[in-house]
């Protein structure tokens, strides 16, 4: 591994390359970079996400899981995933809200500091999606708390969250 | 056999599976001499109302003996003003989750079970209503009022445990961690965990009865959200229950792909949960790597059927895309990925400290695994010799060479290390079956269903079996969808696990199980 990472810097390749949902068009690539600008200037450089699952089927879940890895690396762009919803700026929300999450939902919510910034991630979370109907979830997350904005997809690639997170951003402004 | 049979009222024979009704007074002495005597396991239990059918519910149990490819269900009808029924949990452990849901969703009282508690729907879900009856219905402000959450129709209880020094520790229903909600009650002394009562289902979201309101061919995407992860043994096991009422046999190409994608899903989950058990011990290196390979077969997934995750592939009837058609992208990934793992694997191993960590920890006796039903990868690690590929072939794998891979230890260490050998007997089966060329179409014509027939549908999730039992109504719908997830067998096994542990090791036990909610709560 020391063998690589000093060849990495002799020949200065990124360690680990790109992957190829990376090859987007270059104004998508500079909505990514001016995330960066964004998240200083607005958040003082770090912007933290708490993360509920509320009935997800836990592929949302896994993508978020895959926005820390080393290849998506969402941390270098100041963000990052935390424990508590009293460190977070952002909530992200995933799943259609089963009833039996509605109030866990809910307490999170209030304890999260103001501004708490509501993203809701996948398409269960828009109106219930697969599960819209079913008497156990709530059709959708504005149903029980409210929405700053939506990322849809089933689920959302972490590249599209990454672009989304950057729509949320530049409503702030 | 003889003996059960000689008791039965009706027996029918639907490929591998018989169904055996019998009456009230046999039902728990069939059950038990299936399960004593020829040593069966007790896959699944559910109920059924099919009183606009014949007037009666039913209770089906399904048994399968090792060694045999054959499914003994023992059927009991409940006419509607006897709504209870022996329960054989004081005999079958297994039962004893299956049997309080039947009671949470059909209002059917097992009559002998020492815990009647709720256990799918929470406190405030009004009393005397149970959803899977088709007559139920239930009003706004009833729905309002369980999602508050404030007025509680049937509290809980919590088992207490007490003594000097025991103190309890609630965790959850929403984590630190990016992971799926469910509430831990740890009574612990000192750092010991003493005991561990966890309250799950805060996923529930109706899905059984969500299928009814569904046609046969749209259930598969629903069958493919149940559990994230195994998208794709949850559609598969669908379409197989929906195939097999239908009569319809799909061609050996569609079987090769089902075969081919099954695999490469335990591969991305099974480097997955080994990179994610570094994570319970802080060996970050090893997280990264496990997160790194995970990533690329996710790519590759994503190339071959445009969801990471393999969604839309499966349909009644076949698959919708060629796999074999980039067979090359498949064979030079599998060959990095192949190499990165072997890396991967030999830094965990020589880690002394992970393994340290790993040993001895989160350990599930073979005689408890046995007694409560589990299943999987978790009970193949406490040395039950069960993998569903093995025990009921079905697709290609009747002609496919491997081993089920158990180990005695039923240690964290044991869990990690089945995964790691299926990893590479996965890699092996991928590499066999791009060998050679599948003939027929990709998808098989459809005949017409059936009405109110039923049959199983199963496939080894990268956890374990998965079962559902489908049963068709007479306009082309889904009458009732039974699913039975290899989390929810495992659910009871973590208590057990880390007993005697510290609780700073519980999150290790945990990912060594690596539960999904979603399916568990259906
Ligand atoms: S949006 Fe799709 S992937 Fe996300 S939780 Fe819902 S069903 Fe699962």
């Known amino acids: 591994m020391f063998k690589e990472i000093l060849k990495n810097l002799i020949t200065r390749k990124p360690s680990i390359p790109f992957p190829e949902g990376f090859d987007i068009p270059p104004e998508e690539a500079v909505k990514i970079v001016s995330l960066r600008e964004k998240i200083d200037t607005i958040f003082g450089r770090s912007l933290r996400i708490r993360q509920v699952d509320a009935g997800s089927c836990n592929a949302c879940e896994w993508e978020c899981t895959a926005l820390t890895n080393p290849i998506y690396d969402i941390q270098r762009f100041g963000i990052d995933f935390v424990a508590s919803p009293r460190h977070a700026d952002v909530l992200l929300v995933t799943g259609p809200v089963s009833r039996q999450m509605e109030l866990a939902l809910k307490k999170t919510y209030l304890a999260t500091p103001e501004p708490r910034l509501v993203v809701a991630c996948g398409d269960c979370t828009i109106d219930g999606g697969i599960y819209k109907g079913s008497y156990a979830v709530t059709n959708g997350v504005a149903n029980v708390i409210p929405v700053d904005c939506y990322i849809p997809g089933c689920p959302p690639t972490p590249i599209q969250m990454v672009l989304g997170l950057h729509e949320l951003l530049k409503k702030l402004t | 056999m003889e003996r059960v049979l000689n008791k039965a009222i009706k027996i029918k024979e639907h490929l591998n599976e018989q169904y055996i009704e019998i009456k009230k007074d046999d039902f728990k002495d069939a059950c038990v001499y299936l399960y004593e005597e020829k040593h069966a396991i007790l896959r699944l239990m559910f109920a059924t109302d099919e009183r606009q059918i014949d007037g009666v ?349 158990t180990m005695a230890r039923g240690d964290v260490l044991a869990r990690m290390m089945v995964r790691a050998e299926e990893t590479e007997c996965s890699i092996s089966i991928i590499n066999t079956l791009l060998e050679s060329n599948y003939a027929g179409a990709l998808a098989a014509g459809i005949n017409d269903i059936p009405a109110y027939s039923s049959s199983l549908g199963y496939a080894e999730t990268p956890r374990g079996p998965v079962f559902y039992w489908v049963m068709s109504d007479k306009d082309g719908k889904l009458f009732r969808v039974k699913l039975r997830s290899p989390s929810y067998c495992n659910g009871p096994a973590v208590p057990f696990a880390v007993h005697g542990n510290i609780v700073p090791d519980f999150p290790l036990c945990n990912k060594s199980f690596n539960l999904s909610y979603s399916g568990c709560d259906m």
């Open chain 2, 57 to 405: 519910f039913r209770i089906y149990a399904v048994f399968s003996i090792p060694g045999i490819d054959r499914f003994f269900i023992i059927v009991l009808p409940l006419k509607e003003d006897d709504t209870t029924f022996p329960s054989i949990t004081p005999d079958i452990p297994t039962a004893h989750w299956y049997e309080r849901e039947i009671k949470d969703m059909f209002g059917l009282t097992p009559k002998g079970h020492s815990d009647l508690r709720r256990l799918v729907l929470h406190d405030s879900f009004p009393t005397n209503s149970h959803p899977l009856r088709k007559d139920w219905n239930i009003t706004e402000s009833d729905l309002k009022e369980w999602g508050e959450g404030i007025k509680q129709k049937e509290p809980y209880k919590f088992m207490e445990v007490e003594g000097d020094g025991v103190y309890e520790i609630p965790v959850g229903p929403v984590h630190a961690g990016i992971i799926e909600p469910g509430h831990f009650r740890f009574s612990a002394v000192g750092e010991t965990i003493f005991f561990l009562e966890p309250r799950l289902f805060y996923t529930h979201k109706g899905t059984e009865k969500h299928f009814e309101s569904m046609r046969l061919f749209d259930g598969v995407r629903l069958a493919e959200r149940v559990s994230g992860t195994s998208s794709f043994s949850h559609s598969a096991a669908y379409c197989m229950a929906v195939e097999r009422i239908a009569g319809i046999e799909i061609t050996e190409k569609a079987k090769a792909i089902r075969t081919l994608l099954l695999e490469l899903e335990r591969l991305y989950n099974h480097i997955g949960d080994i990179g994610n058990m570094c994570a319970g011990t802080a060996l970050q290196v090893g997280y990264a790597n496990g997160a790194i390979i995970k990533e690329k077969l996710m790519q590759l997934n994503e190339r071959l059927t445009g969801s990471r995750y393999l969604r839309g592939v499966n349909v009644i009837g076949g698959v919708t895309k060629d796999v074999f058609l980039q067979s090359n992208d498949i064979l030079s990934t599998i060959d990095t990925v192949t190499r990165e793992y072997k890396e991967f694997m030999k830094l965990l191993l020589g880690s002394v400290s992970h393994i340290d960590r790993l040993e001895n920890t989160g350990m599930l006796s073979k005689e408890i695994a046995q007694k409560l039903g589990i299943t999987g990868v978790a009970a193949r690690a406490s040395g039950i010799n069960d993998d569903i590929r093995k025990a009921h072939p079905h697709l290609l794998y009747d002609m496919l060479e491997f081993e089920a891979h």
